[in-house]
């Protein structure tokens, strides 16, 4: 039987600002059936169900075969429902491209090269310093990933509000499709959503504020019954509280310490009634 405290629980829940925000993944002429099932999988994982495959390299029946859908796991809805739009004729691409991002309010895109900021057109930012909108009206949101060859071309960027760069080694900056699609959605599911310590179906329930002061009271007691010099009280209280608080106490781990400081301090006061019940 879960306790009440529990029942309630809930790891993770959407922003009440940012409900109104509506995200599209759209893959630019993607080349490999694998990352396309991959990322419709890390799309499931952080709840982002939107899909479009745009004019895609990959035939299409690679892209919805059983292989790859054994890519995507429990994205595999995802994939199937992705819509696909392939222009009539390859020069017809970019102006589809561009009527296509005309339906959404803001287009974001990505890119492994923007390191640079003497390209203009791939002035980037990491994603931590991207500020999502809020609105009380529905806002569209794309999410540009080029294809795995060479990534979005200038003429797809130009085309692009906000130019996302993932941080990485000097070494070798350009990550896999599927991984770079990961992160940026991490990234965005952490914006978006308000985040709880948990650990899947035995959630840590922090200790609440009040139950916090009382175990700091319990220790303020407890100083002064051990008659710590009063130049070191305060310090010696300070030290406890920063530790305390900084470790992000678990209810369970606050009751036990807790009950080991009034244990403490119910041993002391009890002694010293004794000893005045003598003299």
């Known amino acids: 039987m879960k306790k009440p405290d529990l029942i309630s629980f809930e790891e993770t829940s959407l922003s009440k600002e940012y409900k109104n925000l509506q995200f599209t993944v759209i893959l630019v002429q993607p080349e490999h059936s ?27 029946e690679r892209i919805f075969s059983y ?10 809805k995802i994939l199937m429902n992705a819509q696909v739009i392939q222009p009539e004729k390859n020069s017809l691409h970019l102006s589809e491209f561009e009527k296509l991002l005309d339906q959404f309010d803001l287009v974001i895109a990505t890119t492994a ?10 002035n980037a930012i990491f994603p931590e310093h991207l500020d999502l909108p809020t609105s009380k009206e529905k806002v569209r949101i794309a ?32 990550l896999n499709i599927s991984h770079a699609c990961a992160i940026i959605l991490y990234e965005m599911f952490k914006k978006i959503h308000e985040l709880s310590i948990g650990r899947g179906k035995h959630p840590i329930l922090l200790a609440e504020k009040e139950d916090r002061k009382l175990l700091l009271r319990t220790i303020e007691d407890v100083i002064q019954i051990l008659k710590v010099r009063n130049y070191k009280q ?18 369970k781990e606050m009751s ?14 009890k002694r010293d009634l004794f000893n005045d019940n003598l003299s």
Do not use: W
């Open 143 to 174: 999410l540009l990933f080029g294809k795995e060859s060479r990534g979005l071309t200038n003429e797809e960027i130009e085309l692009a509000d906000i130019i996302l760069r993932i941080p990485t080694h000097n070494f070798y900056p350009t």
């Open 256 to 269: 036990l310490i807790l009950g080991v400081f009034s244990k403490i301090n119910s041993f002391f006061t």
């Open 34 to 60: 694998g990352n396309i099932g991959s990322i419709a999988r890390a799309m499931a994982n952080f709840n982002f169900p939107n899909l479009i495959l745009f004019n895609p390299i990959e035939k299409l």
């Open 234 to 251: 305060k310090r010696v209280y300070c030290a406890f509280r920063n530790v305390l608080e900084r470790s992000l106490m678990t209810k």
């Open 113 to 122: 090269k923007g390191k640079r900021y003497t390209n203009i057109k791939r």
């Open 67 to 76: 292989e790859t859908q054994g890519f995507a796991m429990h994205g595999k």
